[in-house]
């Protein structure tokens, strides 16, 4: 039942900036944590940016710091990323995910989206 349909993704040049989007349904995303990972090709799954269940906490890793900002909107059930100052190295596909408990650990979260693919340019 639930389901997260990411969006947003798309090409975009070095410095630019690009907001994807989560939507959830079959949960509301005050009721978990929501996160969003992403995996470049040959690496593995890092953990980008989390927001807790009551919106007050977020935790960006620190190759993102001052770039990137994770939000929520619970009217429209959607969490939203943020990205600015965008870098050749932030190419990846970009996961959404829900879970009971903030981690950095992709284990931690049991729901996951599609992915979304962005590529930045140099």
């Known amino acids: 039942q639930v389901q997260l349909v990411e969006s947003g993704g798309g090409l975009v040049q070095a410095g630019g900036s690009l907001r994807l989007s989560c939507a959830a349904s079959?949960?509301?995303?005050?009721?978990?944590?929501m996160g969003w990972f992403r995996q470049a090709p040959g690496k593995e799954r890092e953990f980008v940016a989390a927001?807790?269940?009551?919106?007050?906490?977020?935790y960006d890793a620190d190759s993102v710091k001052g770039r990137f900002i994770i939000s929520r909107d619970v009217a429209k059930n959607t969490v939203y990323l943020q990205m600015n100052s965008l870098k050749p190295e932030d190419t990846a596909v970009y996961y959404c995910?829900?879970?009971?408990?903030?981690?950095?650990?992709?284990?931690?979260?049991?729901?996951w989206g599609q992915g979304t693919q962005v590529t930045v340019s140099s």
């Open positions: 995910a829900a879970g009971s408990r903030g981690s950095i650990y992709s284990t931690a979260y049991p729901y």
């Open positions: 079959g949960h509301t995303v005050s009721s978990y944590t």
């Open positions: 927001i807790s269940w009551n919106g007050r906490i977020t």
